[in-house]
């Protein structure tokens, strides 16, 4: 079925579940915060439900790991400042 959209699938393997581990926590949480919350009686009603925590996910849910920013809020200030997020790596220019 992958093929026949050519699509191509970008894992190191079986059994590595560290591939993807970001977007796994993502639908983690869009699982456990809006399709599950919300009854879903049909497709269009289930890609409403998802475009909307999408949004909210961006741009209104603090996250921890980010210093309690939203991700839209860490990326402007990454952009901002891109100095004070890279440097401390040795990643930044």
Do not use: W
């Not at 191509?8 to 869009?30: P, Q, R, V, W």
């Not at 919350?37 to 909210?56: G, L, M, S």
């Not at 741009?59 to 890279?86: D, S």
């Amino acid at each position: 079925m992958l093929a026949d959209h050519h699509i191509t699938l970008s894992m190191s393997g079986k059994g590595n579940c560290f591939d993807n581990a970001c977007i796994e926590s993502f639908f983690s949480h869009l699982k456990v915060e809006a399709l599950y919350y919300y009854p879903i009686a049909d497709i269009d009603k289930a890609q409403r439900v998802t475009e909307k925590y999408i949004y909210f996910y961006n741009h209104q849910r603090a996250q921890r790991k980010l210093n309690r920013l939203t991700p839209v809020e860490y990326r402007n200030q990454a952009v901002a400042y891109p100095r004070c997020f890279f440097d401390v790596y040795n990643l930044g220019p």
